[in-house]
């Protein structure tokens, strides 16, 4: 089970119930849209508390074509990476010792709490 | 190097949607709330034409005080990974060789 966008839009929804629904998808989408654009464009993302996203480079090397065994070169490039915030990561860990017959990702949509609404 | 904040995202909402400020800024940080939950609870996030964060349990590992150089085992814990999808991979590959050339 996981969580996606939807998910994510109808949730926000109900705490947000004085806004459309159409207003909280746009809004969902915008952020996502705007987060990709960020480091789609070579900059960085840092949001206290959840993490930040930055650009690793990767150095050019020489690879194989795992089929034909032939060299390729392939050249220097950027890949998006995760750091989590710290206080995700001591929540994310305290799920483990919450829940500890549970494997890693196992956790069920269904048991998610509803967060109260904002004021 | 221009780094994406809360505030710039809040920005970006009150400008792209008909909400006020507040509006803009609760639903910011619902965004980041509703994720870190279902992550806390062990679900993984799926955010299409982004990517994927999933969860990994880490045994416990030797590991070193860099400091002292003194062995302290690193604990076993449960962390999130990130997988970028296909497409933003893409964009962000798109913009480095555009930037090398």
């Known amino acids: 089970m996981a969580v996606n966008k939807s998910d994510l839009i109808e949730r926000i929804y109900e705490r947000q119930p004085h806004l459309t629904p159409k207003d909280v998808e746009v809004a969902v989408k915008t952020i996502v849209d705007g987060m990709a654009e960020a480091l789609a464009s070579g900059g960085r993302i840092e949001i206290r508390g959840f993490g930040s996203f930055v650009l690793n480079y990767r150095a050019p090397r020489t690879g194989r074509n795992p089929r034909t065994g032939e060299a390729v070169e392939l050249s220097g490039r950027y890949v998006p990476h995760f750091k989590p915030g710290k206080q995700l990561r001591e929540d994310v860990d305290r799920s483990r010792t919450n829940n500890p017959d549970e494997a890693a990702g196992e956790g069920r949509n269904a048991n998610l709490p509803s967060l109260p609404p904002v004021e | ?101």
Do not use: C, I, W
């Not at chain 2, 780094?3 to 909402?13: G, M």
């Not at chain 2, 507040?22 to 994720?35: G, N, T």
């Not at chain 2, 992550?39 to 996030?45: A, D, F, G, R, Y």
């Not at chain 2, 997988?83 to 962000?92: H, M, S």
């Open chain 2, 1 to 101: 190097m221009t780094t994406l904040t809360k505030a710039a995202l809040v920005e970006q909402l009150y400008e792209t949607l008909g909400v006020n400020k507040r509006e803009a800024k609760e639903l910011v940080e619902m965004f980041f709330e509703e994720m870190s939950s279902a992550l806390s609870h062990n679900v993984p996030v799926k955010l299409s034409g982004f990517g994927n964060f999933e969860l990994r349990d880490k045994a416990e590992r030797p590991g070193r005080n860099p400091k002292t150089g003194e062995e302290v085992p690193v604990s076993a814990r449960r962390v999130v990974t990130f997988r970028p999808g296909q497409k933003l991979r893409q964009r962000v590959d798109n913009y480095a060789g555009a930037q090398s050339n």
